[in-house]
């Protein structure tokens, strides 16, 4: 039987792995045909065209992205919850989380995470202490919990946090040959004079897996990342948290408090 303490992590990362796998299958599907392919030969200037353009990811793979991201970010936190002191339930409740730092590099995120042990027994924390980015051989940026944290952040905050990457198109070296983006970066045209249409049979490289990140950012990870940082919660940090099993904390798991017809 799982512990109530890490009964939520659990139950949040066997979600997470649904979400995952519906994700990946998105993507496998998209990268078999990720652009379209458009040939014309334009007669009044004698010059033969190839234009490809970037078709757009499907909305509901950002959706399971994020949905992935919310399972591990929230299953820490809830965890983090049955955990904590119960004071610290009782007076603090809006400061519980599962804390992972950016990064400690000044005095007020110091300050910040101390105070976030400071809300747990003294083995819960140092369990949670062990387990920082910060604590790790190789730099925190490539840590599983510490990309966790970003991309659920940037997920938020920002954008959907699918980076990819780029076609590589094929430009022969011929007399007359033009290449051009059209309005944007997602449509790119070849063109060449028409007795070098052959040169024109060619399929764009492209790239080995989508990429996620953030566009104008040097952070980047490859899609694979996510399974290893499911693979870490799952191997790493439940395995810390299965002997704490809180008395005080109310087993159960969800509560119905009234039950009121609608019409």
């Not at 004071?87 to 950016?102: G, K, L, Q, S």
């Not at 191997?235 to 299965?242: A, I, S």
């Amino acid at each position: 039987m799982i512990p109530r303490a890490a009964w939520y992590l659990v139950t949040k990362a066997e979600r997470a792995k649904l979400h995952l796998d519906a994700f990946n299958g998105h993507v496998s599907a998209y990268m078999k045909e990720p652009y379209t392919v458009v040939r014309k030969h334009e007669a009044h200037n004698r010059r033969h065209v190839k234009r490809y353009e970037r078709k757009p990811f499907q909305p509901v793979m950002g959706m399971e992205l994020g949905e992935f991201l919310y399972c591990l970010r929230s299953g820490l936190d809830q965890m983090a919850w049955q955990l904590a002191n119960s004071d610290a339930r009782r007076d603090f409740p809006r400061d519980i989380y599962f804390p992972i730092p950016e990064d400690l590099s000044n005095s007020d995120r110091r300050r910040n995470y101390t105070r976030a042990l400071g809300l747990f027994p003294d083995d819960v924390a140092k369990e949670i202490d062990a387990l920082q980015p910060h604590k790790g051989p190789n730099p925190a940026q490539d840590h599983p919990l510490w990309q966790l944290n970003k991309l659920c952040n940037l997920d938020k905050h920002v954008i959907i946090p699918i980076h990819s990457q780029g076609i590589t198109i094929f430009a022969p070296e011929v007399p007359g040959v033009k290449a051009e983006y059209l309005h944007n970066e997602d449509t790119f045209e070849v063109s060449v004079p028409e007795e070098y249409e052959d040169q024109l049979d060619f399929k764009p490289t492209l790239p080995d897996e989508v990429e996620l990140g953030e566009w104008n950012s040097d952070w980047r990870i490859p899609l694979h990342r996510l399974s290893d940082i499911h693979g870490f919660i799952i191997c790493t940090v439940v395995p810390r948290f299965m002997s704490f099993n809180l008395a005080d904390v109310p087993s159960e798991m969800m509560r119905v408090y009234k039950v009121t017809p609608i019409y």
